[in-house]
């Protein structure tokens, strides 16, 4: 069973960056889409960057971009967040989407990690 971890959250004032890694400790998540998501309190989860299996074609919601980049290589999933926001306050999750590319449903993923907070201060 894939098994997704992501890991890089934490606390940043606002302007700071940092950067997220998704890891699939059974390395199978490497011919499907990933999709990182974001859920802040009281708010429902919403998709924030999403990247093909091959890596050349990326989605970024409107709210991050030209400040969030989606990448990958053979065994992780990265999002480099930067420029952020307390309105990027939330908990981040990797999810692996049931094909080769990424969705913007949450329901087109099949697994999902635990999720890392990443809070923004003021």
């Known amino acids: 069973q894939v098994q997704l971890q992501e890991s890089g959250g934490g606390l940043v004032q606002a302007g700071g960056s940092l950067r997220l890694s998704c890891v699939d400790s059974?390395?199978?998540?490497?011919?499907?889409?990933v999709g990182w998501f974001r859920q802040a309190p009281g708010k429902e989860r919403e998709i924030v960057a999403g990247i093909n299996w091959r890596g050349g074609s990326t989605y970024y919601a409107d709210s991050v971009k030209d400040r969030f980049i989606i990448s990958r290589d053979n065994a992780k999933v990265y999002l480099q967040m930067n420029s952020l926001k307390p309105e990027d306050t939330g908990v981040y999750y990797c999810?692996?989407?049931?094909?080769?590319?990424?969705?913007?449903?949450?329901?087109?993923?099949?697994?999902w990690g635990q999720g890392t907070q990443v809070t923004v201060s003021s």
């Open positions: 059974r390395r199978t998540f490497s011919n499907n889409g």
């Open positions: 999810a692996s989407a049931r094909g080769p590319t990424y969705a913007v449903s949450a329901s087109q993923y099949r697994y």
